[in-house]
């Protein structure tokens, strides 16, 4: 069986702690599909939120991390893609729900507001959490109209 891909994007803000949950998602199996960027240069949030809506989107990946120094230029970025659903969490129980309840596909993180323990609970819950469906399908349906 060939390994799930997640797909990974930052800007210079978010390049450490991408770095970081990328090694993460080898050491739990995944393949990685890094995005940019590729070091600490200055560079442009929206770019690499486009990236990841992209690859969402051409089935490249089905899910995917995102990371700026907030999260959130960033999660608006993917987010204009409507194959993506991102979701800006700083809490491993934010992740959780946003699995469980909105079928997020993307997790967005800010660099500057968390450390790395709360960013690989985040991903730890993302990465586990199966969407609940129900009642909750009816409303994330209509996110895609």
């Not at 599909?33 to 070091?39: A, E, F, K, R, Y």
Request: negative net charge; glycine residues 12%; aromatic residues 4%.
């Amino acid at each position: 069986m060939t390994a799930e891909t997640i797909a990974i994007a930052s800007d210079h803000a978010g390049f450490d702690l991408k770095e970081d949950l990328k090694e993460d998602l080898k050491a739990r199996g995944f393949d990685v599909l890094d995005l940019g960027c590729h070091d600490l240069q200055s560079v442009d949030y929206p770019d690499y939120g486009r990236a990841m809506g992209e690859a969402i989107a051409e089935g490249k990946a089905k899910r995917g991390v995102v990371v700026c120094g907030s999260g959130i230029g960033i999660s608006i970025a993917a987010n204009r893609n409507p194959a993506v659903r991102a979701a800006l969490v700083q809490t491993g129980l934010a992740a959780r729900l946003s699995r469980q309840h909105n079928d997020a596909n993307v997790l967005a993180l800010g660099a500057r507001l968390i450390g790395i323990e709360t960013a690989k609970d985040c991903l730890e819950e993302f990465l586990n959490t199966e969407f609940e469906g129900g009642r909750h399908q009816r409303r994330v349906d209509k996110l895609g109209s």
